[in-house]
């Protein structure tokens, strides 16, 4: 008696992932191969471009009057921020630590079962993103689970942020594109 006649499943049945590769189609052919490179791909250039621009705009920056890039419309202004995005909850740096976390594992079960591009891209901007901001909140003073996040590009009427967070935006942003025409992680398209 094989797996599938134990369990009362038949052999195919849809979300089953085939030998090649993909999860199966209605029993056909394989919708792709996994994404996961992509995403550990798109993480990590995310994790280093936001790691190496904090690095220099500290180094070089901090302590320092804002650089104008145009007029007072993108300037470089080194701050440290204890709180979430505009500076909410200063006070909760270790919530935002532990919800960091969180992400990172939610997003690490969903690579388990990642056949979309779109959503690959998507996962390792919001992993990148959210791995650079945990990374301050470890390692910058005062330290453990308390540090303060290296904010720098500021636009005219808008909070300073990093690239770490511009990350999470886009790949949120993406995330809700992606659910509301309907595609799914696996790759499968449903419609409501």
């Given amino acids: 008696m094989t797996e599938a006649e134990q369990t009362g499943r038949s052999p195919r049945a849809a979300g089953d992932v085939e030998e090649t590769g993909g999860p199966a ?3 056909g052919a394989p919708l792709g191969r996994r994404r996961l490179g992509v995403l550990i791909t798109v993480a990590v250039c995310a994790y280093l471009f936001d790691l ?7 180094a070089k920056l901090e302590h320092h009057d ?3 890039l145009i007029g007072s419309w993108l300037q470089f202004n080194v701050i440290r921020n ?3 995005a505009f500076g909410i909850g200063e006070g909760m740096t270790i919530i935002f630590t532990v919800i960091a976390s969180a ?4 997003i690490a079960r969903i690579a388990r079962k990642l056949y979309s591009l779109p959503w690959a891209i998507a996962l390792g901007l919001l992993l990148g993103g959210a791995l650079g901001n945990l990374t301050d909140r ?3 003073a005062p330290g453990g689970f308390e540090g303060g996040v290296v904010d720098f590009i500021a636009v005219w009427h808008w909070p300073v942020f990093n690239l770490a967070d511009s990350g999470i935006v886009c790949g949120g942003i993406l995330i809700v594109i992606l659910s509301f025409r309907g595609l799914d992680p696996d790759g499968s398209v449903h419609r409501d």
Wanted: glycine residues 14%; positive net charge.
């Fill in 52 to 58: 190496l621009s904090k690095v220099a705009v500290v």
């Fill in 25 to 27: 189609a209605g029993g």
């Fill in 66 to 68: 804002p650089v104008e």
């Fill in 82 to 84: 204890r709180g979430a």
């Fill in 138 to 140: 470890l390692f910058r």
């Fill in 103 to 106: 992400v990172i594992v939610v």
